[in-house]
């Protein structure tokens, strides 16, 4: 199918609500809404390639549950999602923020939010600092 082509949720997103939708360049994600009204709900991931193409080993070319491609998200529940062109952050329902690049499927938790209450998520490409490397924020 196209990017831009409409894309059923299949039957792991049948009768739920979309409560979050992320894209980057060649992949989306839609969050499906929980059991009742603010609950954390499952994650669909998916790439925009075709069956046979070099991506065949990441996430499947139709929607499918997060948990099919990582094992540890196989009962998450999330509560946000961000992407831009191959970044992803999510937030689990334990309030644990994970990130990963797309074609590089290995998500990692970022542990030096732990302390803060994340209510909101954005994500964007690292901009190098001057000296051309990257820095974690410092805590304040």
């Not at 797309?102 to 901009?127: C, S, W, Y």
Request: hydrophobic residues 45%; aromatic residues 8%.
């Amino acid at each position: 199918h196209s990017a831009l082509s409409p894309v059923a949720l299949g039957a792991t997103g049948a009768g739920k609500a979309v409560a979050g939708v992320a894209a980057g360049d060649a992949f989306s994600l839609v969050l499906l809404s929980g059991e009742h009204a603010g609950a954390a709900g499952g994650l669909l991931y998916w790439d925009h390639g075709t069956a046979g193409s070099h991506r065949e080993k990441l996430p499947a070319t139709s929607p499918t549950p997060v948990g099919a491609w990582h094992g540890g998200f196989r009962t998450a529940r999330f509560r946000a999602v961000s992407a831009c062109a191959r970044h992803v952050l999510v937030l689990s329902e334990a309030g644990e923020l994970f990130s990963w690049l797309h074609g590089h499927e290995k998500p990692q938790r970022i542990d030096f939010v732990n302390a803060m209450a994340v209510t909101a998520l954005a994500a964007g490409a690292p901009a190098p600092l001057p000296d051309n490397t990257f820095r974690r924020p410092e805590r304040t």
